[in-house]
C-alpha cells in the first residue's frame, strides 16, 4: 500500500493523539522491537512513555514500578502475549485503561485473554495510521470501549464467549435497545440522554445486560451480542 499520500493525515493523528494522552502515564508493550522503536522516537520528549517493553513480563513490571495509566500492547509478544498481559495489568491495584492492537487476527486466545478481561478498546495493525488509535482513545476517555469497525461481525462469531450459546435470561426490549448503544461504543451519559433516562437508570440495565449475558464487562457483552444475534454491528447499521 502506498503511504505517501496519507503522510501528512497520519503526522496529524499522531500530534493529535498525544494531545488527548496530555499527562498521561503510558507503558508500550510490543512484540516487534521495530515497531516499539518507531513509537519511542515518535513520542515527543515529555513524562507521558514511562516505560516500553517487548515481553509480557516487562511489561507488567513496568506498569507497576511507574504506576501507568495507560497501557498500549500488542497481541504477539517476545514472551507471553497481548491478551495475558491486559490480563495481569486488570488486576493491578491500580489497573491501567488498556488499548490492544491486533496484529494477527487470527490469534483468537490473546483476544479472548483481552476481552474477558474487560480489556477498554481493540485495534486493527492494519488500519493504524487511519485514525482507529485516535478513535480507540477518544472513546476510552469518554468511559466507553472501542472495537474497530473493521473487525468483521463473521470475525467475532468465531470467538468463544463465556456465556456460551443463550444468554442466561432474556434481555428486556430496552436492555436489547442499551446492548445495541454499548456495541455502538457509546458511554452512559450518552445513553441516558438518547433514551431520556437518568445515567443510573442506564447503569442499572448494564449491571442487568451483564448479568444475563454472563460477561464481566460492556466489550464482552458487547461481542456476545453480536455473536448471539441479538445487535447488530455498528458498521452493517
Not at 497520519?10 to 522503536?37: E, K, P
Not at 513496568?62 to 488486576?91: F, P, S, Y
Not at 488498556?98 to 483476544?111: E, F, G, W, Y
Not at 493504524?128 to 462469531?157: C, E, H, K, P
Request: hydrophobic share 40%; charged share 15%.
Amino acid at each position: 500500500m502506498d503511504y505517501t499520500p496519507a503522510i501528512a493525515q497520519v503526522r496529524g493523528h499522531v500530534t493529535a493523539g498525544h494531545q488527548l494522552l496530555g499527562q498521561s502515564r503510558l507503558v508500550v508493550c510490543m512484540g516487534s522491537r521495530l515497531a516499539l522503536t518507531l513509537f519511542i522516537a515518535a513520542c515527543p520528549a515529555v513524562p507521558m512513555l514511562v516505560g516500553a517493553a517487548t515481553t509480557e513480563a516487562e511489561g507488567l513490571r513496568q506498569l507497576e514500578q511507574q504506576q501507568a495509566d495507560v497501557l498500549i500492547c500488542t497481541d504477539r509478544l517476545e514472551q507471553g502475549n497481548g491478551g495475558c498481559l491486559v490480563a495481569a495489568a486488570k488486576r493491578l491495584r491500580k489497573p491501567p485503561s488498556t488499548l490492544m492492537v491486533v496484529t494477527q487476527p487470527r490469534r483468537l486466545m490473546a483476544i479472548h485473554q483481552a476481552l474477558q478481561a474487560n480489556c477498554d478498546g481493540i485495534c486493527l495493525e492494519s488500519q493504524l495510521g487511519f485514525g482507529t488509535v485516535l478513535n480507540a482513545i477518544r472513546t476510552m476517555q469518554s468511559g466507553a470501549v472501542y472495537i474497530d469497525s473493521n473487525l468483521s461481525r463473521s470475525y467475532f462469531q468465531n470467538l468463544g464467549g463465556s456465556g456460551g450459546g443463550s444468554p442466561l435470561a432474556e434481555l428486556t426490549p430496552r436492555e436489547v435497545d442499551i446492548l445495541q448503544l454499548m456495541a455502538d461504543g457509546i458511554e452512559n451519559q450518552a445513553i441516558a440522554k438518547q433514551l431520556h433516562v437518568s445515567v443510573e437508570t442506564v447503569k442499572d440495565h448494564v449491571r442487568h445486560i451483564l448479568s444475563k449475558l454472563n460477561a464481566r464487562g460492556r466489550l464482552q457483552a458487547a461481542v456476545q451480542g453480536i455473536r448471539l444475534g441479538l445487535v447488530e454491528w455498528p458498521e452493517s447499521r
